[in-house]
């Protein structure tokens, strides 16, 4: 029988071990994942009421409910299979939504208040892919969806931007400032 000093360590090992295992790992991954796919908007929208942007709430709330509404209209048109077997994989949910935030910072507020919640976005579409829920290609699909809709119903509040430009023949950035 083992002592009672003894139980503690033993104890804690079988915790350790237990809560390292791949499998308490996996889930660890995919949940921090699910959390921010809604703490990331959630800040984003904290940041404008913060700020007492209403202007800034009303955009960011149309931006989202635009690319919530085309995510799930494009997951049943293209009802892709995910990489567990499950379907409507195109475009990930996960992405849409973390990506939202992310992208409503980057326009309404600019690139330094976006950078951090750039990289969780980016971490939690690696959830997805890490979790067999979706490809690659599935999360980018909904970070540009994402990105799209903030570009397009999100107005800066800075007086200098930096914008991306589709042109026929290539890309580019547009510098502008108003004063």
Request: no cysteine.
């Amino acid at each position: 029988m083992i002592s009672r000093t003894r139980r503690v360590p033993a104890l804690l090992a079988l915790i350790i071990s237990l809560s390292t295992s791949p499998a308490v790992l996996a889930d660890s991954v995919e949940t921090s994942g699910d959390i921010l796919r809604w703490g990331i908007p959630a800040a984003a929208f904290a940041v404008a009421w913060r700020r007492d942007d209403t202007e800034g709430q009303r955009q960011f709330a149309w931006s989202f409910a635009a690319t919530a509404a085309s995510t799930l209209i494009l997951k049943e048109v293209i009802d892709k299979d995910r990489p567990n077997g499950d379907s409507k994989a195109f475009p990930s949910g996960h992405a849409a939504t973390s990506f939202a935030g992310a992208s409503f910072l980057h326009r309404r507020y600019g690139w330094r208040d976006a950078l951090p919640a750039y990289a969780l976005s980016a971490y939690v579409g690696w959830t997805r892919v890490h979790s067999d829920e979706h490809e690659i290609e599935d999360v980018l699909g909904g970070a540009v969806l994402a990105t799209a809709f903030s570009w397009w119903l999100v107005d800066p509040q800075d007086k200098a931007r930096i914008e991306p430009v589709a042109y026929e023949d290539g890309f580019g950035l547009r510098v502008s400032m108003t004063w």
